[in-house]
């Protein structure tokens, strides 16, 4: 069987949680490099994954290796550059969610993917959570009907992310939104077949980032309220070609129950569903039932993080994206562009989505 050859570019939090252990479980799948721009960081990945050599320049790297592979797991904004040269050096490309900060250079990216003939795909590691997969064959199946309400949610009550860049808003492109409301919109479009958006009424604000009370109470350390320059909540309501609409709710911090919630409602002509925990709804025999599995497997992030490497691979062997191709990348990205956009505006009129 042949050896991947594989490199990390970012060796920061997601590389180290999800996509170095991750590959090092595939028997068919070395991590032969990895690099940061923080040489320490860097190294002592490098030793603590027992990865042979390690850089503090991509370019460099992917020079002097042959690498069949490649993670981008730098921060938003760093994704497009070294995924483009990765790509015209030979190498396939996982590259970290968003799949970058603008729809526009993740399209850039898509293209240097086809002019190479190579596969770019995006992590968005919660198409593999099972309740996903399971309320997805009610829809594929055509049991729900036509979806016509689609309900993407993602808040948490105090969850703003402290570590590394995610409150610098020009090396991130944005908060909330394009950290855990891209998660809820990915999955949210999947479930109901990636139909084309159209328009966006949406906002994104900062409500309570520079309350100090609100900070004090962050699952994680508190916030700086001083530097907070993001959204930390964002709605909108997306329409889509088939007539369908797709509502989005997505907090880093909102006064919600506990410590919030993340669920999908879809709402079709011949059923209804929940993904979490997992329901469909629907009349048999002159009977509305509530319908629940047997049993299932629970989500569990880092189990759907290594069936992303995985699939990547087998991706690779396949020759095709077996999952969230850089196409569907760049949709989801419109979508968020066109949330910041309609928030500047100002205007309570919807904005086309420009695809
Ligand atoms: N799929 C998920 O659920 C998930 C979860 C967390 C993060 N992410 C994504 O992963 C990416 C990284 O997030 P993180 O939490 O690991 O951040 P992080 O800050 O922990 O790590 C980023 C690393 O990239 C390095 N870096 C910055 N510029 C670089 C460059 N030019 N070359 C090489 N290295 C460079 C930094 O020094 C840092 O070590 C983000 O895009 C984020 O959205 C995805």
Redesign the pocket.
């Known amino acids: 069987m042949k050896e991947f050859k594989v490199g990390i ?7 180290q949680n999800a996509h170095i252990p991750g590959f090092q479980r595939l028997e068919n799948v070395k991590v032969v490099a990895c ?4 040489e320490s ?1 860097a190294k002592s990945v490098a030793e603590k994954f027992s990865i042979p050599r390690y850089y503090t320049d ?1 370019a460099k790297m992917l020079k002097s290796e042959k690498l069949d592979a490649v993670s981008v ?4 904004a ?2 497009k550059e ?1 995924t483009i040269m990765a790509l015209e050096q030979g190498a396939h490309v996982l590259v ?3 799949i970058a900060t603008s729809a526009e250079d993740g399209a850039a990216m898509v293209r240097a993917a086809r002019r190479a003939g190579r596969i770019l795909i995006v ?1 968005f ?1 919660e198409r593999f959570n099972p309740y996903a997969l399971l309320i997805k064959r009610f829809v594929d199946s055509g049991d729900l009907g036509w979806i016509h309400y689609n309900r993407a949610v993602y808040l948490r009550r105090r969850g703003v992310p402290t ?3 995610f409150l610098d808003k020009k090396i991130q492109g944005g908060g909330a939104l394009i ?1 855990i409301g891209v ?1 809820a919109l990915d999955l949210a479009m999947y479930l109901q077949g990636f139909k084309k958006p159209v328009s966006v009424l949406g906002r994104a604000y900062t409500l309570l980032g520079r309350d100090k009370e609100a900070a004090k109470a962050n699952i994680w350390e508190p916030w700086d309220t001083e530097k907070f320059e993001v959204d930390d909540n964002a709605f909108a309501v997306v329409t889509l070609e088939d007539g369908s609409f797709l509502v989005l709710e997505t907090a880093w911090a909102s006064h919600v129950k506990s410590t919030g919630t993340s669920n999908i409602y879809l709402r079709g002509t011949r059923g209804g569903a929940q993904l979490d925990p997992p329901e469909i709804y629907m009349d048999r025999n002159g009977v509305a039932l509530d319908m629940t599995p047997m049993s299932r497997s629970k989500p569990d992030w880092r189990e759907q993080s290594y069936i992303k490497m995985q699939k990547f691979i087998e991706s690779i062997i396949a020759e095709k994206p077996l999952y969230a191709p850089g196409e569907e990348g760049v949709v989801v990205q419109s979508i968020i562009d066109t949330i910041y956009r309609s928030t500047e505006t100002g205007r309570l009129e919807p904005v086309r989505i420009p695809l």
């Open positions: 570019i970012g060796c920061g939090g997601i590389a690099c940061d721009v923080v960081v991509y797991c730098t921060p938003n760093l994704h070294p970290e969610k968003p992590g590691q570590w590394g860049v950290d998660h």
